[in-house]
Antibody, heavy 119, light 109 residues
């Protein structure tokens, strides 16, 4: 059974750095073809893909947010970490992690974690 | 990367069929057969309904089907049921990233 769960602060101040952790089970990121992505959704708005990390440690980022994002993995802990620097109120959103498959789709999603950026 | 274009809302009566369109560009939908569709109920995480244009994951009702022509993908739901009322998002791989549609709210009348 594949599960993913996001964790991190619910509230961050403008200019601070956000660190989110995705803890998963039911698959291994050391298995060829496995990938995990981060996707966010501002309240009442659409989904936005942020970043992806592959089993071989390849990393990909949204062009518009590339300078602010870092994705990493700890295979032994079954965790993927996303950091986003210089947070702004427009970054207020529910952040999801999702397993990403070879056909480039997201087949399992975490429950999401709402992050509010406010002073 | 611009978002894919979806109608803001569609509606239908129980038992009817509806189709949601998703229009992209030559950089995404037209080039890649990696279009997927997600259903999202209020307060819940998205759920994969269709992948690679027309494939259904195990456990998804065969009332859901997908297709693509050129730069426009479509999701069709037949035999509408009350539980189908939700937001639907399309997504396309772009070679190194993903782009999503703006979402379509389906109302079952």
């Amino acid at each position: 059974q594949v599960t993913l769960k996001e964790s991190g602060p619910a509230l961050v101040k403008p200019t601070q750095t956000l660190t989110l952790t995705c803890t998963f089970s039911g698959f291994s990121l050391s298995t060829s073809g496995m990938r995990v992505s981060w996707i966010r959704q501002p309240p009442g708005k659409a989904l936005e893909w942020l970043a992806r990390i592959d089993w071989d440690d390849d990393k990909f980022y949204s062009t518009s947010l590339k300078t602010r994002l870092t994705i990493s993995k700890d295979t032994s802990k079954n965790q993927v970490v996303l950091t986003m620097t210089n947070m702004d109120p427009v970054d207020t959103a529910t952040y999801y992690c999702a397993r990403t498959r070879d056909g480039f789709y997201f087949d399992y999603w975490g429950q999401g974690t709402l992050v509010t950026v406010s002073s | 990367q611009s978002a894919l274009t979806q109608p803001a809302s569609v509606s239908g009566s129980p038992g009817q069929s509806i189709t949601i369109s998703c229009t992209g560009t030559s950089s995404d939908v037209d080039t890649y057969n990696y279009v997927s569709w997600y259903q999202q109920h209020p307060g819940k995480a998205p759920k994969l309904m269709i992948y690679e244009v027309s494939h259904r994951p195990s456990g998804v009702s065969n009332r859901f089907s997908g297709s693509k022509s050129g730069n426009t993908a479509s999701l069709t739901i037949s035999g509408l049921q009350a539980e189908d009322e939700a937001d639907y998002y399309c997504s396309s791989y772009t070679g190194s990233s993903w782009v999503f549609g703006g979402g379509t709210k389906l109302t079952v009348l």
